[in-house]
């Protein structure tokens, strides 16, 4: 891990003293041995802790080409991505990885190494993303997407991808792809 790779953002207080979407007997207030507003039940004095979600994807290298979707659901439909997305409850960091992959890709890999790990204060996300290669070359879209390719570096359609975070950890990849620990 390096400073390099922890690119983040602002912090923002996303807690008001209530959102639309809170649920009844509940308000946002400091619970008695905290510092933070937090939801908590008005009836019991439950707390409902509000965290971070954790994205788990990869760089998907296959010789000298990278896997890349071209996403068919929203946010940013028809631009590009790496295979990526939540991690699921009782889930490994790498098995979600290659679910994801296997999801977005129909694409077998296996995990090298984790590449970057990126923290979005502004959205709540920490993103984990390995590097991997393929075990097979033989991929094709999944249900989230519309098509999927395997691009030379040079072939890369920047101009159309999908998030920053995909820019950083293209970045990130090409860097350190040469080497075998980092």
């Known amino acids: 891990w390096s400073p390099a790779r922890a690119r983040g953002t602002t912090v923002q207080d996303p807690m008001s003293d209530s959102q639309p979407d809170d649920p009844d007997n ?34 998907v290298g296959w010789k000298d080409r990278i896997l890349l979707c071209r996403r068919a659901i929203p946010p940013r439909r ?20 290659v679910r994801e992959a296997w999801e977005e890709a129909r694409a077998q890999l296996e995990i090298d190494q984790l590449l970057a790990v990126y923290s979005l204060t502004r ?18 879209p999944g249900p989230e997407s519309l098509e999927v390719g395997l691009f030379r570096f040079e072939e ?4 159309d991808i999908a998030f920053p975070s995909v820019h950083w950890a293209l970045k990130d990849y090409r860097e350190t792809r040469n080497q075998h620990a980092f």
């Open 26 to 59: 509940f308000s946002r207030r400091v619970p008695d041995g905290d510092d933070r507003r937090r939801l908590v039940c008005d009836t019991c004095g439950f707390v409902q802790y509000e965290n971070p979600r954790i994205v788990v994807g990869a760089v």
């Open 78 to 97: 028809g631009f590009w991505t790496l295979p990526a997305g939540y991690l699921e409850l009782g889930e490994s960091p790498e098995a979600g990885a």
């Open 123 to 140: 959205i709540s996300q920490v993103q984990l993303i390995y590097r991997a290669r393929l075990t097979d070359p033989g991929v094709e």
């Open 156 to 159: 890369i359609p920047f101009e």
